[in-house]
C-alpha cells in the first residue's frame, strides 16, 4: 500500500483525501428549436375566445372537422424536418459532478452520407474553459439542410476531471431529411437549327409535406451560356397560385435560349440546362429554400450545314406593331421570339447565315424548294394552302462560293409575300455539289405579314 492510500486511511479529514470521481460527470442535451402550432380541437371553440365550452344535448356530436383553437402547442418529439430547411438546435453541457472540471471544449458536427461539417466549438463557461459543479455550457447551433437521407448530430466534450484525466463523452442524435418538394422537369427543343431555337422547360412541383407551403418565389437558374424567360407572369393570378397545400400540384414553364454574348452553337452545344430554384414558407412562416438537381436533355442531332435567319430588309418603310407582350419586365428583352413584319406584295430580302459545321469545305448550290401541294380531297382549306404565301424571286439552282471547314458566309434571299398573315419561312435547301446531299434548312423563323395601306 502506497503511502498516499495510507495517510487517506489513517486520517479521512486530511487534505489530501482523494474525491470520488463521478463516472459520468457530464450531460449532454439536445433539444430541436422549432416554432410552436396552433392547437387542433374536435369541439368548436366560443367566439370570444374563452375556453368554456356550451353545453350540448346528451347524444349531440359536438366535432368539428380542422377546428383551430387560440392556444399554441409545442412539438412533443423531434418531428419531420425536410431538405431546405434550416435546423436548429440548442445544446446543454451540464457538469453532474461534486468538483470542478477544466479545460472543457464542446464539439458538435453533423455527418451525413457523403461529408462530415464542424457546427461548434467552444471552451466551458469559465475563462479557462473550467465548468464548477452544476454549471452548464449551452450554445445554439444552425445547419442548413442540404441532403437527403439519415442525419447524426454528434455532440462530444473533453474535459478534465478531478484527478487531472483528460475523458471525453459522445452522444449520437439521428434524425431523417425528408424530400419537401417533388420536381419532375422534361424539355422541348423548338426551331432546331435556326435562329429562333429555343428550348421550352416545363416543371411540375408538388408539395410532399403533410402541411401547406406558400411559395414566395419559383425561379429556373440556367446556366451561364444561357438566358432565360418566365412565361409565368399572369399579372392576374400571380398571388393565386402561390400556396401548395399536401399533395398539390403546380406547373411552371421556362424558355431558353443563347444568351447575347454566347456563341451561335450554344444552345445546340449544351445538355445541362439549369435548376429549378424554389423559395417557400411553411405554416408558421418557416423559411425554406430547395434547387432541384440539374435539368439535363439530350443533345440534338448534329447538323452538316446550318442556317440561321438574322433579319429581314425591305425598301418600304413597316408599321412598327402596338402590342406590347403581357410577360414584357421593364429594361427587359421584349423582341425575343417575337415575328418579323414584312408587307404583303412587297419584295423583301431575309438575310441569313450559313455555317459548315464539317471538318472539310463545303462546295453548296442555293435551291428554293416550296412547300408541296396539298393532296386531293384534303379539303378547301388545304386547297387553298396551294398557293405559297411567300414566293423566291431569287435564282434557284446557282453554285455558292466554297465553304470552308467550320466557316460561314451570308446571303440575301429575295422573296415576295403574297398573303397576310403569320407565315413560316420555310424552303431554303443547300444541296453539296460533290456528294449530291440535300441539306433542308427547315423552319428559318416566323415571318408577319401585313397589307399595306
Known sequence: MSDIASAQTANPGSPMTRVQVTANPVSLKVMRMCKPLFTTTDVPIPADGSMQ?????????????????????????????????????????????????????LKVEVQTSSQRQLLLSRAGSGPAGELPPGGRADSIVRYELREIGVHILICSATFVDADGESRNVRK????????????????????????????????????????????????????????????????????????????????????????????????RSVTALGRMDVNWMGPMAEPGHLQSNMVQRRQPPARAIEVRLLGVDTSVPVPKLLHEPASAEPGGDTDVGEPLVTLCEVPFLARVQVFNCQECPAELRLLWMPRAPAPPGAGPAAAAAEVPPLVYTGISGVTLATLPAGGSMELALELVALLPGLHRLVGLVLQDTRTGHMHDAGVLGELLVLEES
Open 53 to 105: 365550452l356550451p353545453s350540448a344535448a346528451p347524444g349531440a356530436s359536438t366535432s368539428v372537422a380542422l377546428a383551430t383553437s387560440p392556444l399554441l402547442t409545442l412539438p412533443q418529439s423531434f418531428g419531420d424536418i425536410y431538405l431546405g430547411e434550416t435546423l436548429s438546435a440548442y445544446v446543454s453541457t451540464c457538469n453532474q459532478a461534486p468538483y470542478q472540471l477544466l479545460n472543457v471544449q
Open 172 to 267: 449520437f442524435f439521428k434524425f431523417q431529411v425528408q424530400n419537401p418538394l417533388s420536381m419532375k422537369s422534361k424539355s422541348h427543343t423548338l426551331a432546331i437549327g435556326t435562329a429562333a431555337e429555343s428550348v421550352l422547360v416545363e416543371t411540375q412541383v408538388q408539395n410532399a409535406t403533410q402541411s401547406a407551403l406558400y411559395l414566395t418565389s419559383v425561379q429556373f437558374a440556367p446556366t451561364p451560356l444561357l438566358a432565360v424567360d418566365d412565361l409565368n407572369s399572369f399579372a392576374l393570378r400571380a398571388d393565386q397560385l402561390a400556396c401548395l397545400k399536401p399533395g398539390d400540384v403546380q406547373q411552371y414553364m421556362y424558355r431558353l435560349r443563347a444568351a447575347p454574348d454566347a456563341p451561335a452553337d450554344a444552345l
